[in-house]
């Protein structure tokens, strides 16, 4: 998990001349949560035509689990949460007050009523229809938001519709035996990706100055990477040393970290757990233990992850 110090706005704001960001971070204002979203960046496609000149397209299969009820439960236990959820505590305790537990109280969580609506999918700024034939949003008991289908099932997967029909200024979703033979699309395959370069952090700069009390270490995750990281002084982290934090600034945070990293263990419920089904587990791989003195106030940062070997 990972987010933007606050005070990095205020320096992109500065260095882009846009004064328009600042004071817009969660340390300023509240934040407006809209309606949830499920964001895909860019879905490649393979353009044809038949004899008749119409175009067909085919994108890769995106696949959703199914229950035996031909539902996909995809939100629940949505929960908006005020400042006295955890906020006061926590100020209270940075300021002198008592230790916070770090849960999360219920006399600040309010669970909203979800709505929903038929999604609009459109592919190069045309309007895609008949999606809404093979599933559509819903509602169900409990809360909870999620897809209901009526068509497209394969097994324990329920199948977004990959093939496409043009019509003047929309697309058509059809199944694969409405496909001409003609546009060679149902044996067209999309590549798989290749192994790409190592993702590095430079070896020089804030890395290095003050840089890392103890490392490399390297562990394999269950993706097929390979990662490698140090353990660093929570304030000495190269995130914090682009600012030109006081000593005793940096000495006041560091030392509150080290509370937190003393008083809140790892096997701690902070929000609720869920009120049906059970959270997705980590990569136990990702969950590293740190050099002995180092249990509290140091935290792990990767400085490289590149596609193991075997």
Known sequence: MAYYIPETWSKIGKLFNYPFIYGRGLDARPGDMGGGAME?????????????????????????PVDD????????DVTYYSKSALYDSFKAWRDGGPICSGKFDEKGAWRSELKT???????????????????????????????????GKAGDYGLFPRYFRHESDRLVAI?????????????????????????TSPAKGVWTNPGPAAGPFKVKL????????????????PSFQQYDW????????????????????????????????????????????????????????VTRQEAATN
């Open 69 to 76: 009820q031909d539902r996909t439960l995809l939100v629940q």
């Open 175 to 199: 199944s694969a035996s409405q496909v001409p033979p003609r546009t060679n699309l149902l044996k067209k395959e999309f590549k798989h990706a290749n192994p790409g370069e190592p993702f």
């Open 246 to 301: 006081s000593e005793t600034k940096k000495a006041k945070l560091q030392s509150f970290v080290e509370k937190i990293h003393a008083s809140w263990p790892i096997d701690r419920d902070y929000m609720a757990p869920p009120t049906m089904g059970e959270l997705v587990t980590l990569d136990p791989a990702l969950l590293v233990n740190p050099p002995k003195g180092m249990e509290v106030g140091y935290v792990p940062i």
């Open 117 to 151: 609506s038929t999604t609009r999918y459109d592919q190069a700024g045309k309007k895609i229809t008949g999606v809404e034939k093979v599933f559509d949003n819903k509602i169900y008991e409990n809360n909870i938001w999620g897809l209901e289908w009526f068509d």
């Open 222 to 237: 269950t993706d097929g990477s390979l990662v490698t990281y140090y353990w660093y002084r929570f304030i000495d982290q």
């Open 40 to 64: 895909i960046n860019t879905v490649p496609c393979f353009e044809s035509q038949d004899e008749n000149g119409v175009t067909y397209s085919k994108i890769p299969q995106l696949q959703f």
